[in-house]
């Protein structure tokens, strides 16, 4: 706690020197120019963004276009804290150094993803179908309160365009290297002055950008088509009604791995041993690798307004069919695919009743309901026999996951500018699995089940001593559920769930006459059981263990500058440290720890990462052109709780360039972009195996550069 403090005294004030924030959204210009607020609803209300006592960055849809996000991955480039990574399909999200590498059946992400209100528990392309947004919101910090399931790290919440009461549309088209075409469009009709639609959809085709793999097809190729429909009903002026539907279908080559031959030290895997990764990737052995994925979703929304409160009901049903032909070496070895085949089903319920009015005291609360039903049958193969291929794991499983909670927050101004907020929530989690695995010596069942529940709180202190300037404290505890782990040879092998305390203070801030914002806080994570993933290096599995204790703490700032109606700075920097205190993977039968791990840093968690930008508008052929140069800056980081030199991504710098010309009636724009323009290799995944007899790693996208046209009617 003393770090705490002197953090949250020294280091603030002289981090304030950085002139950095996190890419705040852009909303349209102030006729007295200077930077416009932005609402959200990140505590399950509206509220101004500079108004909401959590360390939360929001980006419109002008902010999104402007920045050339389109996917989930792009989000780390410009918001503070944040890490995405994909292992394989599965987009992994680290917040302030808490993530989960945990992705199989029973596994629960660290930082929650909700797209209108519902969660998301297996994110499986869900990058792929962002478009036609209305804003997205990052939630630094544990959500435990209002949001509850799998928050411990934090929040993402993605908010698409809703139907208007105005005609309007566009369409967009873009292309780019590896033979990429895009295209994009919307249409909102207001059918009466009661009911509306909109319609939206997208499509991303592009060629492998791992050009070194054959005689297989080039991976990391996109293959992606997604289309929704709102209609939203007013029957009354109290009463509303929203009603959507999505299609997503992702096809292609998909993710890759590269791979090199394992070094070994004596009989063990080198583990001090880093191989230079080739961005243009390395060649692999037939048959080629294929993603097969279809997700639909349709959410029922309403909401009725009583008067002194609100009545909100969120509900949806998603299902996800789900196959992949994965080489898990990444060489021409024949000997390690893996092909899942996952069909899952979830239910989603919540009520709220949220009070209404700007008075002293307000109030939410509400209760939660999750339910997930899934069919997995995963082979472990091997294609180098005469007769391929063959099984050399199978795991057949019905799985089932129920989560509920009652939840309520309220907050009362006990002076003017002084208000207390105080949050409960009761959360109660099930899983259970059904059927067999096959490792070798025949079909073993596996019937395993596991439930747990945790109460978490929620206390803050917020001071708005102006206008513009407020100051925060809060405590916050967070939970996630615990589970099972199948291990090939040992019986199950349970982990307990993991619970989190967290202080966090902030300021935010509005300067020289609305034209500078600074954001700080500092803040200090204690984990009990945090749940870490640990892969045998010589089987290729992972399993779950629960970590004793860690720590993370750290600091943030934030901000935008905008001295002219033309130019504006942005950026972010973060300091973080984080640190298994107690971290014990292997005990001995007299209780003395064999594989100690503590001491150690989180995966994902760089000590440094800065992001940083600016942008001027030209005056240009009756119109505007806009460039933007931004860059992210990390520092070394791992991919596995080991901190092995094989596992570490080294410091480095990632820049993007876009310019985007709009004419002065803004029926159309033109944007170009270039994205990694050091062309840096930066992996997102990195795995070692006697199994597999590789290295092997994943890789975020290498240089990209292309253009978009808009046309809007």
Same mark, same amino acid.
């Given at each position: 706690?003393?770090?705490?403090?002197?953090?949250?005294? +020294?280091?603030?004030?002289?981090?304030?020197?950085?002139?950095? /924030?996190?890419?705040?959204?852009?909303?349209?210009?102030?006729?007295?120019?200077?930077?416009?607020?932005?609402?959200?609803?990140?505590?399950?209300?509206?509220?101004?963004?500079?108004?909401?006592?959590?360390?939360?960055?929001?980006?419109?849809?002008?902010?999104?276009?402007?920045?050339?996000?389109?996917?989930?991955?792009?989000?780390?480039?410009?918001?503070?804290?944040?890490?995405?990574?994909?292992?394989?399909?599965?987009?992994?999200?680290?917040?302030?150094?808490?993530?989960?590498?945990?992705? =199989?059946?029973?596994?629960?992400?660290?930082?929650?993803?909700?797209? *209108?209100?519902?969660?998301?528990?297996?994110?499986?392309?869900?990058?792929?179908?962002?478009?036609?947004?209305?804003? +997205?919101?990052?939630?630094?910090?544990?959500?435990?309160?209002?949001?509850?399931?799998?928050?411990?790290?934090?929040?993402?919440?993605?908010?698409?365009?809703?139907?208007?009461?105005?005609?309007?549309?566009?369409?967009?088209?873009?292309?780019?290297?590896? *033979?990429?075409?895009?295209?994009?469009?919307?249409?909102?009709?207001?059918?009466?002055?009661?009911?509306?639609?909109?319609?939206?959809?997208?499509?991303?085709?592009?060629?492998?950008?791992?050009?070194?793999?054959?005689?297989?097809?080039?991976?990391?190729?996109?293959?992606?088509?997604? +289309?929704?429909?709102?209609?939203?009903?007013?029957?009354?002026?109290? %009463?509303?009604?929203?009603?959507?539907? !999505?299609?997503?279908?992702?096809?292609?080559?998909?993710?890759?791995?590269?791979?090199?031959?394992?070094?070994?030290?004596?009989?063990?895997?080198?583990?001090?041993?880093?191989? *230079?990764?080739?961005?243009?990737?390395?060649?692999? @052995?037939?048959?080629?690798?294929?993603?097969?994925?279809?997700?639909?979703?349709?959410?029922?929304?309403?909401?009725?307004?009583?008067?002194?409160?609100? %009545?909100?009901?969120?509900?949806?049903?998603?299902?996800?069919?789900? @196959?992949?032909?994965?080489?898990?070496?990444?060489?021409?070895?024949?000997?390690?695919?893996?092909?899942?085949?996952?069909? $899952?089903?979830?239910?989603?319920?919540?009520?709220? %009743?949220?009070?209404?009015?700007?008075?002293?005291?307000?109030?939410?609360?509400?209760?939660?309901?999750?339910?997930?039903?899934? =069919?997995?049958?995963?082979?472990? !193969?091997?294609?180098?026999?005469?007769?391929?291929?063959?099984?050399?794991?199978?795991?057949?499983?019905?799985?089932?996951?129920?989560?509920?909670?009652?939840?309520?927050?309220?907050?009362?101004?006990?002076?003017?500018?002084?208000?207390?907020?105080?949050?409960?929530?009761?959360?109660?989690?099930?899983?259970?699995?059904?059927?067999?695995? /096959?490792?070798?010596?025949?079909?073993?069942?596996?019937?395993?089940?596991?439930?747990?529940?945790?109460?978490?709180?929620?206390?803050?202190?917020?001071?708005?001593?102006?206008?513009?300037?407020?100051?925060?404290?809060?405590?916050?505890?967070?939970?996630?559920?615990?589970?099972?782990?199948?291990?090939?040879? !040992?019986?199950?092998?349970?982990?307990?769930?993991?619970?989190?305390?967290?202080?966090?203070?902030?300021?935010?801030?509005?300067?020289?006459?609305?034209?500078?914002?600074?954001?700080?806080?500092?803040?200090?994570?204690?984990?009990?059981?945090?749940?870490?993933?640990?892969?045998?290096?010589?089987?290729?599995?992972?399993? $779950?263990?629960?970590?004793?204790?860690?720590?993370?703490?750290?600091?943030?700032?934030?901000?935008?500058?905008?001295?002219?109606?033309?130019?504006?700075?942005?950026?972010?920097?973060?300091?973080?440290? @984080?640190?298994?205190?107690?971290?014990?993977?292997? +005990?001995?039968?007299?209780?003395?720890?064999?594989?100690?791990?503590?001491?150690?840093?989180?995966?994902?968690?760089?000590?440094?990462?800065?992001?940083?930008?600016?942008?001027?508008?030209?005056?240009?052929?009756?119109?505007?052109?806009?460039?933007?140069?931004?860059?992210?800056?990390?520092?070394?980081?791992?991919?596995?709780?080991?901190?092995?030199?094989?596992?570490?991504? *080294?410091?480095?710098?990632?820049?993007?360039?876009?310019?985007?010309?709009?004419?002065?009636?803004?029926?159309?724009?033109?944007?170009?972009?270039?994205?990694?323009?050091?062309?840096?290799?930066?992996?997102?995944?990195?795995?070692?195996?006697?199994?597999?007899?590789?290295?092997?790693?994943?890789?975020?996208?290498?240089?990209?550069?292309?253009?978009?046209?808009?046309? /809007?009617?």
């Amino acid at each position: 706690m003393k770090q705490f403090m002197r953090l949250s005294g +020294v280091s603030l004030a002289v981090l304030a020197g950085f002139h950095v /924030n996190a890419v705040m959204a852009q909303a349209a210009e102030q006729p007295s120019g200077g930077i416009d607020e932005i609402v959200v609803t990140a505590e399950k209300r509206e509220s101004s963004v500079q108004k909401t006592a959590i360390a939360v960055t929001a980006f419109d849809q002008k902010a999104l276009e402007r920045n050339g996000v389109s996917t989930l991955t792009d989000i780390a480039a410009i918001a503070p804290g944040v890490g995405i990574s994909k292992n394989s399909a599965n987009v992994i999200i680290a917040v302030r150094g808490v993530s989960s590498q945990n992705t =199989n059946e029973i596994g629960d992400p660290a930082i929650s993803i909700a797209q *209108d209100g519902f969660y998301i528990q297996k994110p499986f392309g869900f990058g792929d179908s962002m478009f036609d947004l209305e804003r +997205v919101e990052v939630l630094r910090g544990p959500q435990g309160t209002l949001y509850g399931r799998n928050a411990t790290g934090g929040a993402i919440n993605v908010i698409t365009a809703k139907p208007k009461d105005e005609f309007e549309g566009k369409v967009a088209v873009g292309v780019g290297n590896y *033979d990429q075409i895009t295209t994009e469009g919307m249409i909102n009709l207001p059918v009466t002055d009661r009911l509306a639609v909109r319609a939206a959809f997208t499509t991303n085709k592009h060629d492998g950008y791992r050009t070194n793999e054959a005689p297989a097809r080039a991976g990391d190729d996109a293959d992606s088509q997604s +289309v929704r429909l709102h209609v939203q009903w007013k029957p009354t002026d109290r %009463l509303k009604f929203l009603l959507t539907g !999505q299609l997503t279908k992702i096809g292609g080559v998909g993710p890759t791995m590269w791979g090199t031959p394992l070094r070994f030290n004596g009989t063990a895997i080198d583990t001090s041993y880093r191989p *230079d990764v080739d961005g243009e990737g390395t060649p692999h @052995s037939l048959p080629n690798q294929y993603i097969d994925t279809t997700l639909r979703t349709i959410q029922w929304n309403g909401e009725y307004d009583l008067g002194f409160a609100s %009545l909100v009901y969120l509900g949806g049903f998603r299902d996800t069919d789900y @196959s992949q032909l994965r080489d898990l070496d990444g060489t021409t070895s024949k000997s390690a695919y893996l092909l899942p085949t996952e069909k $899952v089903h979830d239910w989603s319920h919540e009520v709220r %009743l949220v009070s209404n009015g700007n008075g002293r005291f307000k109030w939410q609360i509400g209760g939660y309901l999750f339910r997930e039903q899934e =069919n997995l049958l995963s082979l472990f !193969q091997s294609y180098a026999v005469a007769n391929p291929p063959s099984n050399i794991f199978i795991f057949s499983y019905d799985v089932k996951a129920r989560s509920k909670a009652a939840f309520g927050q309220a907050s009362y101004e006990l002076i003017d500018g002084l208000k207390a907020e105080l949050g409960i929530r009761y959360s109660d989690d099930f899983k259970s699995r059904a059927g067999y695995s /096959n490792t070798g010596s025949g079909n073993v069942p596996q019937n395993d089940s596991s439930s747990s529940n945790k109460t978490t709180y929620h206390a803050g202190l917020i001071y708005d001593y102006s206008p513009r300037n407020m100051v925060y404290a809060k405590f916050d505890t967070g939970y996630k559920a615990g589970g099972f782990n199948t291990v090939p040879g !040992q019986n199950t092998l349970p982990y307990a769930p993991e619970t989190i305390s967290a202080w966090e203070v902030g300021l935010k801030n509005r300067f020289l006459d609305n034209r500078l914002q600074l954001n700080l806080s500092a803040f200090l994570y204690n984990y009990k059981d945090q749940q870490v993933s640990v892969r045998d290096q010589t089987v290729g599995l992972s399993a $779950v263990f629960n970590a004793g204790k860690s720590r993370i703490w750290g600091i943030e700032a934030e901000t935008v500058f905008q001295p002219t109606d033309a130019d504006r700075f942005d950026g972010s920097a973060v300091f973080l440290h @984080s640190e298994y205190t107690q971290l014990c993977v292997s +005990v001995a039968a007299n209780g003395s720890c064999l594989t100690d791990y503590s001491g150690n840093r989180a995966t994902q968690a760089p000590r440094w990462s800065f992001n940083l930008g600016y942008e001027h508008s030209f005056p240009l052929f009756g119109g505007t052109l806009t460039p933007r140069a931004q860059t992210h800056i990390e520092s070394s980081s791992f991919y596995g709780i080991e901190n092995f030199a094989y596992q570490k991504q *080294d410091g480095y710098t990632r820049s993007d360039l876009v310019v985007t010309f709009t004419p002065e009636n803004k029926k159309w724009s033109l944007q170009g972009f270039v994205r990694n323009l050091e062309n840096v290799t930066v992996i997102t995944s990195a795995v070692a195996s006697t199994r597999f007899g590789t290295y092997s790693y994943g890789m975020a996208p290498p240089r990209t550069y292309g253009a978009k046209l808009t046309y /809007n009617f």
